[in-house]
């Protein structure tokens, strides 16, 4: 498996997290998964390989989404892996833009959008 | 803003003085210092102010000062009192005047602060409102998306071109999930179709016949899975089997949110529940040796959409004790918490055995 196939999911609610962890991995994706920011910045950094993509919810416990990206961005060693964002807020497109991720997927989302958007920013 | 309004008066002030000492010079060739002392002030104050006895000053000094170059004070009755009636009466209207406009301009003054403070509480209002939108559909898509993804998923591997077999056992369990986050949606419509029956006064109650202590076995039962999961350890002190005549479904809801609440801000510790008896009350403690409230957010507890101050995150609507508190209160009952940061939180309630009249 190289290295470009692994996503890190950072995602606080447990189904949504099994359920994209099952996805994503029938389609032949490796997953990482942090219920938060706190949590994925750890694994990043214990992590033998980095994650091809980062999907990201924004508001979690302990670390939200936003406070995870800028300290992503503020790391050279993380700063160049693509993150999409996944939210249920309504303002999609400016959360995206507000936090400089380059995908967005409002919950509740399809899984053809879910695994186009990670096929899209993965390669 | 103020201190242009000063200033300007100040100005306005200063060329009164001016206009009149450049009359005074011209009509008499001298200046008076009496009259600057007694009547530019005066003047000054009538004009600007608006000040009732400084205008009658005003008046009765403005009738010396055309009355006598000099200005000795001569005063003869019968010469001299029509003139100066005149210009007292002059003076009073002006007071009078004045006086209204002083009046106008407070009563104006206190239209605009309430105005503003009622702005503030507008502003307030909206951002709570759109704060509530946000948590709302947050934590409404939460559950949503994750129905949406297993049935999604379950939907992919029963199509024919699917290579992965789903023995009903698979399905079961692919099901199983999604019944439960149904369940989810359902609790958080309940309590905004619950908040909204609050506020429209349409809360009413029905009585029956219930046994605390089996209520609270059903809760728990009902909740064993979670308990576990959050980490609690239930200690559960039943005196007596207190029954009452009281609203079942409701006082399920009263037991569920504030044991959602411990497994949500108290997880991982000891969780106290005892039922007692006391003078035909029942009451209820929940106590929980948790992570506290800070002693200024305890007022705000039991205020709808409030979540202890605790950002987003923690999950909910912030509708748990607000419902609680309503339910309580429809009962006749009360509701006390006690809590210190580092210190635990414990609720008690009160509940008449039988429903009052009162």
Redesign the interface.
Known sequence: MSKQKLILLVE??A??R???Q??LE?EGYTVMLAENGQVALDSLNQAQALPGLIILDL????M?GFTFRTLQQGDSRFAQIPVAIM????HLEEKRKRIGAQGALR?????NDILDVVSQLIN | MADLKLLRKIAISALIMIAAAVVQWLFWSHLNPLIFVLFYPAVVAAVLYAEPFSAIVFAAVLAQFFDSPDFSFHFNWQDDLPRHATFILFGVLIAIFGKKRTVALEALKTQRDKLAAVKVQLSEALRLRDEFLSIASHELKTPLTALKLQLQILERRSRPESHIAMTPEKIQEKLRPALRQIEALNYLIDNLLDVSRIRSGRFALTYEKVSLPSLLNMVLEDYHDQISAAGLSIKQKTVEDVTGVWDRARLQQVLNNLLSNAMKYAPNSELAISLSRKDERAIITVADNGPGIATERLPQIFEPFDRGGISHNLGGLGLGLFIVRQIVDAHKGDIKVDSEPGGGTRFEIGLPLTPTTH
């Not at chain 1, 508001?59 to 302990?62: E, G, N, R, S, Y």
């Not at chain 1, 919950?107 to 899984?111: G, Q, S, T």
């Open positions: 606080d609610d189904d949504i099994r359920n994209m099952r996805l029938s508001m979690m416990p302990v939200d939210t249920a807020d309504g919950k509740p989302a399809d899984i």
